[in-house]
C-alpha cells in the first residue's frame, strides 16, 4: 500500500469515526489561543478562565462530558487558519473558542463557517462580523471592540472635557478604538497620535501632551505597550495633571500588576469589574485566585463566561449537536449565570447587549492594585454594526 | 515649537540612544571579536531586567538590586558560553543564528515557567520616582539617571578598550585572531571573559529600562531589532561605531516622532496626516539606516 492510498484510507475511517464520537455523550471543544510571546498574558487568563468554569461545572458542558484541545496560535493568523484546519479535520471539535485577537478571529471564521462549526470568541470583537458580514456560525460573548470606547467617550463627554489629546497604535484596532470614542465624545481634539505597534519609549510624545496642554488624555495601549507608557507618563510628571482615561484593555489586571500606583485614580470602561458584586462572581474571583495566586482580569472572566453560555445552550438542546439550527438558537437565547450580572443577551448579530461599566483604578485593602466599579457608562448597550447584519 | 521643547526632545533623542548604546556595545564587541551572532543576547537584557525585580523584592534596595542582577546576567552569559556556544565559533553565521535562537526560545520558556505569563513589576526607587528641573525643564530623573550611567559605561568601555592590557588583546583580537592565538595568548579565556562582559552589559541595560518599560517575556527580542540596526550603522564590531550609531538612531527616531507628523499636516489634511505620519515616523531609522548602508556599506566606523 503507497502512503497515499494509506492516507486515504485513514481519512475514510475518520470520516466514520466522526458522528459516533459525537453521538456517545461527550463533548470537545478547541481553545486556539495565544499561549506563548508577548501576547500570552490574555491567551492563558482566557483559557484558565475557560477551565475554571469546566470545573466549576465537574468537567462536563451541557451535561456532556467535555474534553479541551488546547492550541497555540502565537498571535499569528497563519499559524491560527493551520490550526483551525487541525481542529476540524483532525481532531473534529464540536465548537472552537479562545480567540483573542481580532484579526486572528477573521483569518480563522471562513474555514469554520464552511465546516458548520460554531465559533465562540470569547475576546475578538471585529466590527466586520458585527456588521455586513456578520456569520451564523459565530458569537461573540465578550463585547463588539467598539463598545468599550464608546463608554469612555461618553463619559469623557459628560465631565464636560474640551480638549482631549488621543493616542492609539497605528493598526486597525487602533484606529477602531479612536473612531468608538469619537463616535460619543463630541469635544475639541488637542492631538490625535499614531505610535509604532509595539513601540517602547513615548518620551517625544509625552513631551508633545505637554506642550499641547490638553485638559485629558485618551490612549489605547493594550499589553506590553500600555506598560510602557502608563509607567513613562507617571515618570513624565503627567499624572495628576492631566486625567488619564482608557479603555479596560489599557488597565486591567495583566498591566495593574506590573504598573502598580503609576494607574491610581484612572478611569477605564469594561463590562466586567472584579469587585462586581454577584455571588458568581464572588466564587468566579475567589476561586480563581485562590487556584491561580492572582487576580483574574477582565479576559479571564470572559473565558469563564464562555464556558457558561456553551453549557447552558447545550442543556437546552438536551446534549444535541447535530441539529445546528437548534443549536444556534439555543445559544441566542441561553440563560446563564454571568459573572458581569444582569443585563447580558445576544443582539441579532450575535453580540452582546449589555451594559458596560465605569471602572477606577484603585489600592485594595491588601494592597492590590485593581479595579472598582464607580458607575454605569452605558445600559442595555447594543454596538453600532448590528443594523448593518442580515441576520434577524 | 518653542526652545524648551526641542531641547527636551533632543534630550529625550539623546537618553533613548544612550540606552540602545548599552544593548549594542555588548552585541557588536561580541560579534566583532569571537565572529559570533549572537541573538540571544536580547535574552540576557529580558535575565537581567527580571532578575532587577526579583532583587529589589529581596533587598528593598534597587542599587544593590541592579549590581546583583548585572553580577548574575554576567554569569549566565559565561554558562551559556560554555556550555552552549562554545562549539560554534567555527561555525558559520547561520548556524550560530539557530542555535542562539534557539537559546531565545529556552530563555523565554523559563522566564515564563519562573515568574509566570504576566508581566511583573518593577518601578525605579524613590529617589528617582519624580521629575528634576533642569533650567525650567521638568525631565524625569529615571531618565537622566539612564542617561548618566550610558555616559559612564561609555568611558569606561573606552578606557578598557584602549588603556588596559585586556583592551589590548580585544583590540588585537579583533584585528587578527589567529596572530593573537600564534602570539601564546589563552583565547578562550580572553573570549569567555568578552561573552561575559557582554551579557553583562545587557543585563545592565535590562535593569536600567526595567523601570522604564515592561518587564515581560519576549522584552529582549522588542530591542534586538534596534540594537542590530543600531551596530549596522555603527559598522560592526567597532564600540565607537556603536556610540555613533546609538545616538543617530536615538535621535532620528525621536525627533521623527516629535516632528514628522506635524509635518505632514503642512500638505496633508489631518486624518491622512495622523496616520501617514506616524508611519514615516517609525520608518525613519530604517531609511537612515539604508542612506548610511548605501554610502558606507561598512557603517560609519567599520572595525579592522
Not at chain 1, 476540524?88 to 465546516?115: H, I, K, Y
Amino acid at each position: 500500500m503507497t502512503a497515499r492510498t494509506l492516507i486515504a484510507a485513514a481519512s475514510a475511517l475518520a470520516l466514520f469515526a466522526g458522528p459516533a464520537l459525537g453521538a456517545d455523550g461527550s463533548l470537545k471543544i478547541g481553545m486556539i489561543t495565544t499561549l506563548s510571546g508577548p501576547g500570552a498574558g490574555l491567551g492563558i487568563d482566557i483559557r484558565d478562565g475557560f477551565q475554571l468554569a469546566l470545573q466549576h461545572l465537574g468537567g462536563s458542558l451541557g451535561g456532556l462530558k467535555t474534553e479541551v484541545v488546547e492550541a497555540d496560535d502565537q498571535q499569528k493568523p497563519d499559524v491560527a487558519v493551520g490550526l483551525t484546519n487541525r481542529m476540524v479535520e483532525r481532531d473534529r471539535v464540536d465548537l472552537v473558542t479562545g480567540v483573542v485577537w481580532s484579526n486572528l478571529a477573521l483569518a480563522m471564521m471562513p474555514t469554520l463557517a464552511n465546516a458548520k462549526t460554531f465559533f465562540i470568541s470569547p475576546n475578538a470583537g471585529p466590527s466586520q462580523l458585527a456588521g455586513a458580514q456578520c456569520n451564523p456560525y459565530f458569537f461573540n460573548v465578550a463585547w463588539q471592540n467598539d463598545t468599550i470606547h464608546e463608554a469612555v467617550g461618553q463619559h469623557v463627554q459628560e465631565r464636560g472635557f474640551k480638549k482631549v489629546y488621543l493616542m492609539a497604535p497605528n493598526y486597525p484596532a487602533g484606529k477602531d478604538a479612536l473612531a468608538g470614542f469619537r463616535r460619543y465624545y463630541k469635544g475639541g481634539v488637542a492631538g490625535e497620535v499614531y505610535t509604532q505597534v509595539g513601540q517602547l519609549d513615548y518620551a517625544a510624545e509625552l513631551a508633545q501632551i505637554k506642550a499641547a496642554q490638553p485638559d485629558a488624555v485618551y490612549v489605547f495601549y493594550p499589553g506590553g505597550m500600555g506598560i510602557n507608557f502608563i509607567k513613562q507618563f507617571d515618570q513624565a510628571g503627567l499624572k495628576g495633571n492631566v486625567p488619564l482615561f482608557g479603555p479596560g484593555f489599557s488597565f486591567d489586571q495583566d498591566i495593574l500588576a506590573a504598573v502598580g500606583d503609576a494607574a491610581l485614580g484612572v478611569r477605564n470602561s469594561a463590562q466586567w469589574s472584579p469587585d462586581m458584586d454577584s455571588a458568581a462572581n464572588k466564587r468566579f474571583v475567589a476561586d480563581f485566585k485562590a487556584k491561580h495566586n492572582r487576580l483574574p482580569s477582565m479576559y479571564a472572566s470572559q473565558g469563564y463566561d464562555a464556558a457558561l453560555l456553551i453549557d447552558a445552550a447545550i442543556k437546552a438542546t438536551g446534549g444535541k449537536l447535530d441539529d445546528k439550527d437548534a443549536l444556534r438558537a439555543a445559544f441566542k437565547t441561553a440563560k446563564f449565570d454571568s459573572v458581569r450580572g444582569e443585563g447580558f443577551r445576544f443582539n441579532n448579530n450575535h453580540y452582546p447587549i449589555q451594559n458596560v461599566y465605569l471602572r477606577e483604578v484603585v489600592k485594595g485593602a491588601d494592597g492590590t492594585v485593581t479595579n472598582k466599579t464607580v458607575g454605569t457608562a452605558f445600559t442595555n448597550h447594543a454596538d453600532a454594526f448590528a443594523k448593518d447584519c442580515a441576520m434577524k | 515649537m518653542d526652545t524648551l521643547l526641542i531641547a527636551e526632545q533632543a534630550l529625550n533623542g539623546l537618553q533613548f540612544g544612550v540606552m540602545l548604546f548599552l544593548m549594542a556595545a555588548g552585541l557588536t564587541l561580541v560579534f566583532g571579536i569571537m565572529d559570533l551572532i549572537n541573538l540571544a543576547h536580547g535574552s540576557f537584557y529580558m535575565v537581567g531586567a527580571y532578575l532587577t525585580a526579583a532583587f529589589v523584592g529581596v533587598f528593598d534596595h534597587f542599587l544593590l538590586a541592579l549590581l546583583a542582577a548585572v553580577a548574575l546576567t554576567a554569569l549566565v552569559g559565561l554558562a551559556v558560553e560554555w556550555t552552549a556556544l562554545r562549539s560554534f565559533y567555527r561555525r558559520d553565521h547561520l548556524d550560530q543564528v539557530l542555535a542562539t535562537f534557539g537559546l531565545i526560545l529556552f530563555f523565554n520558556e523559563l522566564a515564563r515557567i519562573i515568574w509566570g505569563p504576566v508581566p511583573i513589576f518593577l518601578n525605579p526607587p524613590a529617589a528617582l520616582a519624580g521629575t528634576v528641573n533642569l533650567f525650567g525643564l521638568q525631565y524625569p530623573a529615571i531618565r537622566l539617571a539612564i542617561l548618566g550611567v550610558g555616559v559612564a559605561v561609555a568611558l569606561l568601555l573606552w578606557l578598557l578598550i584602549a588603556r588596559t592590557r585586556v583592551g589590548m588583546l580585544i583590540r588585537a583580537g579583533a584585528t587578527n585572531r589567529e596572530m593573537v592565538m600564534a602570539l601564546g595568548v589563552d583565547v578562550r579565556l580572553l573570549f569567555s571573559l568578552v561573552f561575559a562582559l557582554g551579557a553583562g552589559l545587557a543585563g545592565l541595560a535590562g535593569a536600567m529600562a526595567g523601570p522604564v518599560l515592561a518587564v515581560q517575556v519576549g522584552m529582549g527580542e522588542q530591542i534586538l531589532i534596534l540594537t542590530f540596526v543600531v551596530i549596522v550603522i555603527g559598522g560592526i564590531g567597532s564600540v565607537r561605531g556603536a556610540l555613533a550609531g546609538a545616538l543617530l538612531v536615538g535621535m532620528v527616531d525621536t525627533l521623527g516622532r516629535a516632528t514628522l507628523p506635524a509635518l505632514f499636516r503642512l500638505f496633508l489634511d489631518p486624518a491622512a496626516a495622523n496616520g501617514a505620519g506616524g508611519a514615516a515616523a517609525s520608518m525613519a531609522i530604517y531609511v537612515l539606516m539604508a542612506l548610511v548602508l548605501a554610502i558606507r556599506p561598512r557603517g560609519l566606523f567599520p572595525a579592522g
